[in-house]
């Protein structure tokens, strides 16, 4: 794994009000720019507390935009077939403008399908849908009429066209990803036998996506991962904050018994926990992450204390991304707000 920009993650999940957990969240955005971080990514998800803390990071991401400079700002993802395209498309646009070209337009179809007769919407015609919704975000950002109209987005957003991600859990969308040029977003909830790695599932996509993607077009692969980084002294203490989540995932996610050890349950989930040396050994067994351009690394379902999560965003930086290849600084920020050329099917 050599040359993946480091990303930071979060679905707000900190303890505290709700305000209180969008003001830890944007400290830990501050702190990841600190530290070199080249994005940063939130999570949409509706109703559920537990499941995430934000269902509009627009706002969230408009606040981080003025209390940041370099860290590139994404969304992962918003929920494009429960939100009107439009409105996906202005707000993207003036954070975009707000923050000096930083937006990361990540999109999905979602996996939570409860969530949609609320916006009167099936989850049986998600990817019909979606398909409608992204041809609309398309003509907004390459200056078409909207919706066969001689409206224009504004602000304008050209280059947002080419700052899109899609999220995808299969091969074929993986395939889709790549015909259309956008990036491809891989989430550490890939569905799986629970006898399979994460990798299994996932490098037969990343192939899928590259042989799809149009010469020229540089690949853009984030893999979202958990990684808690730790010092030898709070192990202990992080262990113990992960007990709830980690055995709600395997639950939960898994679909099989979580009374078994931690420690095994972690490993299933994909939960890298402990020190640098034993994050960096267990993330180098990742083969996914040797095809990814970014890695955006998140502490769910650990959720440990906000002290914990700064200091493990300090350690990802200066200990376990130099010993994996992963780039920070400017200039890795820079390359993703350089990525804005206009997507194949604009």
């Known amino acids: 794994m050599t040359g993946a920009r480091l990303g930071f993650f979060t679905r ?44 509009s990071p627009f706002p969230f991401l408009a606040a981080a935009a003025v209390q940041t400079e370099r860290i590139a700002l994404g969304t992962g993802i918003v929920t494009l077939p429960l939100d009107d395209p439009v409105r996906v498309a202005e707000d993207a646009a003036v954070v975009d403008a707000l923050s000096g070209g930083r937006v990361q337009l990540g999109i999905g179809t979602g996996g939570t399908p409860s969530s949609f007769a609320a916006f009167e919407r099936s989850s049986d015609d998600r990817r019909e849908i979606q398909a409608a919704h992204l041809a609309v975000l398309r ?44 990036g491809l977003l891989l989430s550490r909830t890939q569905p ?60 939960t996610f898994l679909k099989r018994n979580a009374d078994g050890d931690l420690r095994d349950l972690a490993r299933l989930t994909d939960t890298h926990l402990g020190t640098v040396d034993q994050v960096v050994a267990s993330l180098s067994a990742d083969r996914t992450l040797a095809f990814a351009t970014d890695v955006a690394f998140q502490v769910h379902s650990v959720d440990p204390t906000p002290a914990i999560t700064l200091r493990s965003i300090e350690l990802l930086a200066t200990e376990v991304a130099p010993r994996l290849g992963l780039r920070t600084g400017a200039e890795a920020a820079a390359e993703l707000r350089e990525v804005g050329t206009p997507s194949i099917s604009s």
Do not use: C, K, M
């Open 12 to 55: 707000l999940l900190d303890a505290g009000t709700d305000g209180e957990r969008y003001r830890t969240g944007l400290a830990q955005v501050r702190a990841a720019e600190e530290h070199g971080f080249a994005s940063a990514w939130v999570a949409q998800h509706h109703f559920d507390r537990d499941e995430g803390g934000l269902p």
């Open 192 to 251: 799986r036998d629970d006898r399979q790695t994460l990798h299994e599932v996932q490098v037969p996509i990343v192939e899928a996506y590259l042989a799809a993607l149009p010469d020229g077009v540089p690949p853009r692969i984030l893999a979202s991962r958990t990684a808690v980084v730790v010092a030898a002294d709070h192990l202990d203490e992080a262990w113990s904050a992960a007990e709830h989540g980690v055995r709600r995932l395997t639950r």
């Open 139 to 182: 003509d907004a950002f390459a200056g078409r009429g909207i919706r066969g109209t001689e409206l224009l987005l504004n602000p304008a957003a050209p280059h947002l066209g080419g700052r899109l991600w899609q999220a995808t859990f299969s091969v074929e969308g993986g395939r889709r990803a790549g015909l259309a040029g956008d």
